[in-house]
């Protein structure tokens, strides 16, 4: 189960995903990414909850407007199971 302020750190060290926000009532919360290299890469980071729940943020490094926060809804009174970071081949 993964709490607020926990960490997943992607296997290249590229990214580092923490957990900054979660309403299990409401199903809401927020997840901060961070940058540890410098590198051009695509992410997809998906928070998984519940029985078989997931919802999946589609990260570009390369991106100037992208967000350090970004919001996530889950099923009412789900936990989040875990937290996993994929990078995507670029295209």
Known sequence: ??????????????????????????????VKIEELQAERGRFYVTVEYGEAGQTRIDYK??????????????????AIKEIKIVRVPAD
């Open 1 to 30: 189960m993964v709490n607020i302020n926990d960490s997943v750190t992607s296997e290249d060290g590229a990214l580092k995903v923490t957990l900054t926000a979660f309403d299990p009532r409401r199903g809401e919360g927020r």
């Open 61 to 78: 490094t390369y991106d100037l407007k992208k967000a350090s926060e970004f919001p996530f809804n889950t099923n009412r009174n789900d």
